[in-house]
């Protein structure tokens, strides 16, 4: 049981580290592709979607985690971190705002921070020691 309260907090940083790993080798995959080839140079259809899908995971991991976090200033770390990352990319998507495509790397950082410190930090000893659980 203890093991899969923190599932969560490992999900969340993987699926936020895989993100920033996602955001970083973005432009240098375009880049070696410029070079390589003249031809398509439009971004495939797959490799945009996959900003949603590291939503859509990082959603589900940060409400589980802040299901079971006991430390009060995490849930509200954790959701504004996620509310961040969500604006960049939509806005990246939309361009309603003019932001530098490296401010996705502030929310992305501090995700992975935060679902780390929240899995070190969380260290149950009974099965009962976190918040929702009686």
Request: glycine letters at 2%; hydrophobic letters at 50%.
């Amino acid at each position: 049981m203890i093991i899969s309260k923190q599932k969560s907090d490992s999900i969340g940083a993987i699926a936020s580290s895989l993100c920033l790993i996602h955001c970083a080798a973005t432009p240098l995959l375009f880049i070696v592709h410029a070079g390589a080839s003249a031809c398509c140079s439009t971004t495939p259809v797959w490799w945009k979607f996959i900003d949603y899908f590291f939503l859509v995971i990082s959603f589900f991991a940060i409400y589980r985690s802040t299901e079971t976090t006991t430390n009060t200033w995490m849930k509200p770390a954790l959701w504004f971190s996620w509310l961040l990352l969500f604006v960049v990319i939509i806005n990246e998507k939309i361009a309603l705002l003019s932001i530098p495509e490296s401010a996705i790397y502030i929310p992305a950082i501090a995700l992975i921070i935060l679902h780390t410190y929240n899995r070190k930090y969380c260290q149950c000893k009974t099965d009962k020691c976190c918040t929702n659980e009686k």
